[in-house]
């Protein structure tokens, strides 16, 4: 059973896995992946997931998929359905590295060195890692008002804030501003514009 995962909280939990598969066993390999992504399918809290093949004939399989939370994850993963289907996978593929992120990195890191991409919808060409300038606007829409707001208090209940030296006045403002938009601020934009960031491009 995997533990809990603490500190993920409510937000959205993106895994990846790396797994090893033998390049003349790939057709086995994906339908017993595609099973286990209809199995999730119907499972509560899932938002979606994909696999990446650094090339056609790669051992390296990266699978993703996310869940709403870290409640509807436990779940997933904690489930009888769940271990079945790893059952079946065994001497397909071997697990070598897991990794759980959970707010704005969770889709920014999907791996983007490959050559061949498999996908769950049929329709659908790529996993999509969000493109610089969506990050760089979520990140803005974020830090703007969080930003503009501690200024605004600040000016108004901190006597004397104006004559601090400015580099003091950039470090308050970053020590209290990066914690608040790692644990709160990023999540919620992120849950907000999910559709947007990761809206894949389609077969013309």
Request: overall charge positive; charged content about 15%.
């Amino acid at each position: 059973m995997s533990a809990p995962h603490a500190g993920f909280g409510s937000f959205p939990v993106t895994v990846s896995i790396t797994r090893s598969v033998d390049p003349d066993r790939v057709a086995e390999v994906t339908g017993w992946v595609q099973t286990g992504v209809n199995l999730a399918n119907t499972w509560p809290g899932f938002l979606g997931s994909g696999w990446v093949r650094a090339s056609a004939h790669s051992r390296e399989w990266h699978m993703l998929y996310r869940f709403a939370d870290a409640a509807t994850l436990d779940a997933w993963e904690n489930s009888a359905q769940r271990a079945g289907w790893l059952e079946g996978g065994r001497g397909l593929v071997e697990e070598r590295i897991v990794h759980k992120r959970t707010g704005i990195e969770g889709w920014f890191d999907v791996p983007t060195t490959t050559t061949e991409i498999q996908a769950v919808n049929p329709d659908v060409i790529e996993v999509v890692r969000p493109p610089r300038w969506k990050q760089a606007v979520s990140i803005w829409l974020g830090f703007f008002p969080v930003n503009l707001a501690f200024t605004l208090l600040v000016v108004a209940f901190v006597p004397g804030w104006g004559d601090l030296w400015t580099l003091a006045k950039v470090f308050i403002t970053t020590a209290v501003l990066t914690p608040l938009m790692a644990y709160w601020v990023l999540p919620f934009v992120t849950r907000l514009l999910q559709p947007w960031l990761t809206a894949p491009r389609r077969r013309r």
